[in-house]
């Protein structure tokens, strides 16, 4: 007889989460712990070790396939310590900036290391669009933040038109080249300065203006929305991030 008895209260893992959870083992070249849960969205924990997968996930292969590359992505090539490296260098920074070009790094670092997941990563986010995850439906993308617009344009470029000026292609371009994590953290300052210009830009062109008759009128300020690590699929990566960051997460923003 093979079969063995199993001791009480043992959970058997369902085939497709047990099958998830053998191929983060084997791309991440570790014996992660994986777990599967009421989630927002998936995470990975650097200190650790524990990758989380949202229950949603089952819906097709391609999104399970691009939640755990994108998270296993994090185990291979974030640090332990990024977020204490991060907010060590910027202790007045919100890690949503770095989260947005580590994101950008490691997503290409995985589909280069697994070329097989590039594909996955591509019909993945076609999903995620479809049902409207990034909640960008009907928005106007030009006036979301700059930290917004890169994160989309990084995921779901292809996709969509997501305007981006030079200088903010260019700040895409680094992080996408980036190879270690200080390379990161070098980005971030470039993008966190882009952002304190933005709304500098934004502050002044929302000051009080006179109108004809001499009175004063303040315009009506556009509000920017929030991202998604991810996340995504990573809003709900900040989110690490507020499990995928503050505490030791990194999240996919989607």
């Known amino acids: 007889v093979y079969n063995s008895v199993m001791p009480i209260g043992t959970k058997v893992q369902k085939p497709r989460e047990a099958h998830q ?3 983060a083992k084997l791309l991440a070249k570790e014996n992660i712990t994986v777990r ?10 650097p200190k650790t070790r524990v990758l989380g997968m ?34 060590k260098r910027f202790p007045n920074i919100p890690f949503d900036i770095c989260n947005v070009i580590e ?5 290409r670092m995985i589909q280069s290391t697994y070329p097989g997941l590039i594909h996955s990563f591509r019909e993945g986010y076609r999903s995620f669009v479809a049902k409207d995850l ?21 995921k779901i470029g292809h996709l969509v038109d997501v305007p981006l000026s030079a200088e903010e292609h260019m700040i895409y371009a680094s992080a996408f080249s980036a190879k270690t994590f200080d390379d990161v ?11 304190e210009k933005s709304q500098q830009s934004q502050g002044e062109d929302e000051s009080p203006q006179p109108n004809e008759s001499g ?40």
């Open 185 to 195: 953290l070098d980005i971030c300052q470039r993008l966190y300065d882009l952002v």
């Open 21 to 23: 959870s053998m191929l």
């Open 215 to 254: 009175n004063r009128q303040e315009k009506s300020g556009q509000s920017s929305a929030s991202s998604q690590k991810q996340r995504s699929a990573s809003s709900d990566k900040s989110e690490s991030k507020s499990e995928e960051s503050g505490s030791g997460k990194s999240e996919s923003k989607s």
């Open 54 to 87: 949202p229950m949603w996930n089952s819906e097709s292969k391609q999104v399970s396939d691009l939640l755990v590359g994108h998270e296993v992505g994090h185990a291979l090539y974030t640090p332990h310590d990024g977020i204490e490296k991060f907010q």
């Open 134 to 154: 990034f909640k960008i439906d009907g928005v106007d993308l030009s006036k979301l933040s700059v930290a917004d617009r890169i994160n989309l344009h990084a």
């Open 36 to 45: 599967f849960g009421n989630y927002q969205t998936a995470f990975f924990e």
């Open 103 to 107: 994101d950008v790094r490691i997503e």
